[in-house]
């Protein structure tokens, strides 16, 4: 069986050509084409890097559990979470993700 497959015209700017690519980084994300799990795990990665770099907060008395709650939100949470409406949750990547909570 054969599939036919479209040639599409190179995608120029200006006079440069734009490469077609699988896998690129694009703000702390990798793309893959049809693989999530490859951002998924530089998320957790980056979420993990987050967290330890902030463990004087963690662990300061002088800071409130509600301000700690607070910060973890807006800065751990936010970093793992990043561009995930764009992921196909697949089981594996669901409890990857169910772990990180």
Known sequence: MQIEVEVLQPIT????????????????????????EADVNCRIGNTSSVYQRMWSIWTSSAISTDTKVWLY?????????????????????GLKLNDFQ
């Open 73 to 93: 939100k807006a800065t751990v949470v936010s970093v793992g979470i990043y561009a995930s409406e764009t992921w196909k949750i697949t089981t594996n990547i």
């Open 13 to 36: 700017v200006g006079r440069q050509n734009v490469d077609d690519v699988v896998r690129f980084t694009y703000v702390d994300s990798i793309l893959v084409c049809d693989d999530a």
